[in-house]
């Protein structure tokens, strides 16, 4: 196990910069999580980090090393690929020690190796199958078993569940915190699915352009995000948002929107001047159908246009003010689409952006 460090790392290719200076400490054991839309930059970061990319600037630090400019294979990482790259022609077992015998561990180490492996994997009855005979799932316990019986200091995995249909990711979500919870082994873990990081990782880096908007626990980025970006990117179904533009007391905030209509958020975030606009940033799930106790001025006014039955939830689409808005109700509502309805907000809960920086205020 070990630390790693990103030390104003920088990545251009020809002369577009793909990654600017980011500045991240992972700590011993810990399971970091980078996220963010295609091109953001988080594949790169992980293929700088396994040695896989160059460097174009700064430094990278794996326990007391600055690997920076070291091959892969001295960098005592392992890495577990979305496409497997399992050897079509050799056994579980052979793929899963390939490693070993290419570093020359005798023979019998690596039947114990493997052994161990497959037996925390759940593989020991397949061991003797080849690739083709394996279901998706089985593929990427293969691939992490190959990994494992290197015992590095760091996992690092690209977006290993993207090719694996929804229960199976499920699956192998709790697969892959359990052997972390057992090995305890630094991991980074690159994903394009917000909710697989926030199950997983005990930190999670939130990435845009080469940049990094925010690090932080699940709960903290789900919370207390620092922008605009973030807000949406953490959170499913993502956050709602609506434009509007201050009003009242310095006491209080007032908001007026597009069409005329009004939300008072009370006390939360009172000091804002009137005329400034904002951004209103509210979570479906802070959303409910209004009731005697929400004040008529706690209130936001639309028409269903669609309505979502999941079972657990219903996920109501409402257009308010020239906007959609979701809400995420209770399984069974006493509504239909083309209803006017009112939405009570949970104020305490209501988050502001500035609308051009997409900052929180």
């Known amino acids: 196990m070990a630390t790693v460090e990103l030390r104003r790392v920088n990545k251009t290719f020809g002369t577009h910069q793909a990654i600017q200076g980011l500045d991240l400490s992972i700590a011993n054991g810990e399971f970091v999580a980078l996220v963010g839309p295609s091109g953001c ?6 293929r700088m980090i396994a040695g896989l990319e160059a460097v174009s600037g700064g430094a990278i630090v794996i326990g007391e090393r600055d690997v920076s400019h070291l091959p892969a294979r001295d960098r005592d990482i392992a890495m577990v690929f979305q496409s497997y790259a399992l050897y079509p ?11 070993l015998k290419l570093r020359g561990t005798r023979r019998a180490r690596v039947a114990e190796l493997v052994d161990e492996a497959a037996e925390t994997l759940q593989l020991k009855e397949v061991l003797g199958r080849k690739p083709k005979e394996l279901s998706g799932g089985q593929r990427q316990r293969v691939a992490m078993g190959r990994a494992m019986v290197r015992h590095p200091q760091v996992f690092l995995f690209d977006e290993p569940l993207s090719n694996l249909d929804a229960k199976l990711r499920v699956h192998m979500r709790a697969q892959i915190k359990k052997l972390h919870r057992q090995l305890t082994t630094t991991t980074i873990y690159v994903t394009h699915d917000q909710t697989e990081a926030m199950t997983l990782a005990d930190r999670i880096v939130v990435m ?7 690090v932080g626990t699940p709960h903290e980025l789900y919370g207390a995000p620092v922008s605009k970006f973030v807000a949406g990117f953490i959170g499913s179904p993502e956050m709602n948002f609506l434009d509007a533009v201050v009003e009242g007391a310095a006491e209080t905030c007032d908001l007026t929107f597009a069409d005329g209509s009004r939300l008072s958020l009370g006390p939360v975030h009172a ?8 951004t209103l940033g509210i979570r479906p799930e802070h959303l409910h159908l209004a009731g005697p106790a929400d004040p008529p001025d706690g209130r936001l006014s639309g028409l269903v246009e669609v309505i979502e039955p999941l079972g657990a ?23 239909e689409v083309g209803d006017r309805i009112e939405l009570g907000v949970d104020r305490a809960r209501a988050h502001l952006f500035d609308p051009a920086s997409g900052l929180a205020l």
């Open 41 to 46: 930059g988080k594949s790169t970061t992980l």
């Open 89 to 99: 022609h050799m056994t579980v077992a052979e793929n899963i020690g390939f490693g």
């Open 208 to 214: 845009n352009h080469g940049r990094i908007e925010q």
């Open 271 to 278: 000091g804002l001047p009137a005329g400034r606009p904002v």
């Open 313 to 335: 939830d219903t996920l109501i689409h409402v257009v308010v003010a020239g906007r959609t808005l979701v809400a995420r109700l209770a399984a069974k509502v006493a509504v």
